[in-house]
Structure formats: structure tokens, C-alpha cells
């Protein structure tokens, strides 16, 4: 909030000097396209992903009825989607000598983060491993107002500020599982209807995808940059830039799902096949979001859950915050 009170402040003071200002710079119209990195700088923790907590977990399985789990190792696991590049194009308009605005039509995409580990072993034995990796791809629309620091040299400071608001886009989450437990297919929905009570489904080389659509939602930005006049039609433009968005996932749609399964019952197995998009459950396939989730939700693990139908569970955030510089060339269309 001070970030932004302070930006307001200069651009307000700019617009009150630029009523003094003369207006000799190329006023009018004009595009940037460039590109830019940014490195996360508000690491928060990560979500959970179907009802598993974001950490990196090591266990041992401990025989008995029931068995019970000895941690070697927990820690959690933190982190932001606000890594990652960013390409561009960037229309404008600039009033005066001073003051402009600038609507950004971007591509984003993060750098790839895991969000959670687990390895579990019996009697010595690797059991369960299972790893949760996710990155965002977006795109967006950035309007701001810019203020221009008079000079007479060829290189033209600048600060800006505004919104970002993302049109569309997604966080892809790929899940890789061996488990031998059956833990893994219960939390994500796998377990068929007509399998025997009691059973166990055990999963070899699954490889899932899922991508979370997000709710609508404004984050803001701010930046200080230069341009750098190599003559009256062309200049390179460079800016450091802080970004920060919270975003709220609003469904979960099953992408790709791929591996083998092995049904167990009575320590025999009973049947056996590969794993497929077209053959999951409706509650494996989508999963729908919310704030709150009540008696008449369809969550798994509760009374009268119906994998028929459309999962629901609790709404959760994730941040993408970040410091990066941007690159490029802007060509003035004005006088």
C-alpha cells in the first residue's frame, strides 16, 4: 500500500507540472514490444494439493492393524509462480511532454516450482513416491499511467504504475506417482465404483496433469525505467518492474493422465489396466472451487460422495510476485 500511495503521488505531482511543461517530445502515439525476467520475491506456502499438504515428507510405514507412519524428515515447502519470462507488446499514448499511458498485452510464463514430496519405504523397501510440480501461463492486460522526467539528454527516465488484469491462462500441475500403499488413488479420485470393499489400488508410472482455470481477479504494478533515443524514430527502453497478483483457482479440469494400475484385495490382485483421461471418474476429472464447502458439496472422503459427478473442494490462493527487467524498442508515431 505505501508502494502505491508513493507512486500516486509522483505521477500526481508530475501531472501538475506538466501543466507548466512544453510539450516538444514526441506527443502522440506509440508501441514498445520487448521482453522481460522476473525473480519471485514473496515466497508464500503452497497450496494443498488434493487434501496433501505442500511439503516435502520422508516416512517409514511401521507393520500393524492398523500400520502407522514414523517421519524421518518434513519440511515446508514455499515458494511463488512470480518467476519466470514475460513477452510483450505495448501500445501508448503520450499527452504531454509528461504525462501518458501505456495498455501492456502480455504472455507470462513461470519457471517450474514443486509444490510437494513424499517418499515412503517399508521394511528398507521404497513404497511411495509421489512428487507434485506446477507452473502458471497467462495472459494479460497491464494499463497504466506514465510520468515522464524532463530532460534534454538522450536518455529519458520514466516511472509508471498501474493494474494487471489476467484473460486467461491456467496453473498446469503435473503429478508422478509409484505407490504401493493405495493412498494415492483414494486422495485423487482414481478408485473405480465396483471395486471390492476393502481393496487396495496400486498405481506404477502414473503421470498426471491438471490445470487450474482462476477466478477474476487485479494485481498491481509498478516500475522505473529509461529510454534511450537512438534517433527521432526509434529508441531501446529498459525498466526494473515489481509485479504482485493473488490469485484464487475457480475449477480443476483434468488434462492428460497416463500410468498403469493394479486392484488388490485380500492380498491378491483382482484386476489390473492402464489409466486414462477418458476412462476416470467425473470427480477425478473436475473439481470445483469454493470458499466455503457445506453438507451439500460433493467432497470426497465425506458421507454420500458421488465420484459420478463433479468434485468439490475448498478454494485456495497462489502468489505471483515479482522483480524483474524488461528489454525492448519503442517507436514513437507522433510528432
Known amino acids: 500500500m505505501k508502494k502505491m500511495i508513493l507512486m500516486a503521488g509522483i505521477l500526481v505531482g508530475s501531472f501538475f ?30 497450496p494443498a494439493i488434493g487434501g496433501q499438504p505442500a511439503r516435502d515428507r520422508i516416512f517409514n510405514i511401521i507393520p500393524g492393524d492398523p500400520p502407522t507412519q514414523q517421519t524421518v524428515s518434513e519440511s515446508t515447502i514455499t515458494g511463488s509462480f512470480g518467476e519466470g519470462w514475460r513477452v510483450g507488446l505495448t501500445p501508448g499514448y503520450r499527452f504531454s511532454r509528461i504525462l501518458g499511458v501505456e495498455i501492456g498485452l502480455n504472455y507470462y510464463n513461470s519457471r517450474s516450482q514443486d509444490m510437494m514430496r513424499q517418499r515412503g519405504s517399508l521394511g528398507g523397501n521404497e513404497v511411495l513416491n509421489l512428487h507434485n510440480s506446477g507452473k502458471v501461463k497467462a495472459f494479460d492486460v497491464a494499463p497504466a499511467l506514465v510520468a515522464h522526467i524532463p530532460t534534454s539528454s538522450n536518455v529519458k527516465p520514466y ?7 489476467p484473460i486467461g491462462g491456467y496453473l498446469e500441475i503435473t503429478t508422478t506417482a509409484n505407490d504401493r500403499t493405495g493412498s494415492i488413488a483414494e486422495s485423487m479420485h482414481m478408485v473405480p465404483a465396483n471395486v471390492p470393499p476393502g481393496s487396495t489400488m496400486i498405481l506404477a508410472n ?6 487450474i482455470k482462476a477466478n477474476p481477479t487485479v494485481g498491481f504494478q509498478s516500475a522505473i525505467g ?29 488434462h492428460d493422465l497416463s500410468g498403469e ?13 492402464s489409466l486414462s483421461k477418458d476412462a476416470a471418474s467425473e470427480s477425478s476429472k473436475l ?10 458439496d460433493n ?32 517507436i514513437p508515431f507522433g510528432n
Open 159 to 165: 516511472v509508471k504504475a498501474g493494474v494487471i488484469i
Open 206 to 211: 502414473v503421470e498426471r496433469v491438471d490445470r
Open 17 to 46: 507540472y506538466s501543466a507548466k511543461a512544453q510539450d516538444d517530445y514526441n506527443k502522440g502515439f506509440y508501441i514498445k514490444a520487448g521482453g522481460a525476467y522476473f525473480l519471485k520475491v514473496t515466497p508464500v506456502e503452497f
Open 287 to 296: 473439481v470445483n472451487y469454493h470458499k466455503t464447502i457445506t453438507s451439500g
Open 226 to 254: 529509461f529510454d534511450w533515443m537512438l534517433n527521432d524514430r526509434i529508441s531501446i527502453y529498459a525498466e526494473l518492474e515489481y509485479r504482485n497478483i493473488s490469485v484464487g483457482g475457480k475449477k480443476k479440469e483434468l
Open 299 to 330: 467432497v470426497a472422503g465425506w458421507e454420500g460422495f458421488d465420484s459420478s459427478k463433479p468434485a468439490d473442494e475448498l478454494r485456495s490462493y497462489i502468489n505471483i510476485g515479482g522483480l524483474g527487467v524488461n528489454l525492448g524498442i519503442k
Open 261 to 273: 494400475y493394479t486392484v488388490v484385495y485380500n492380498g491378491q490382485p483382482v484386476a489390473n489396466g
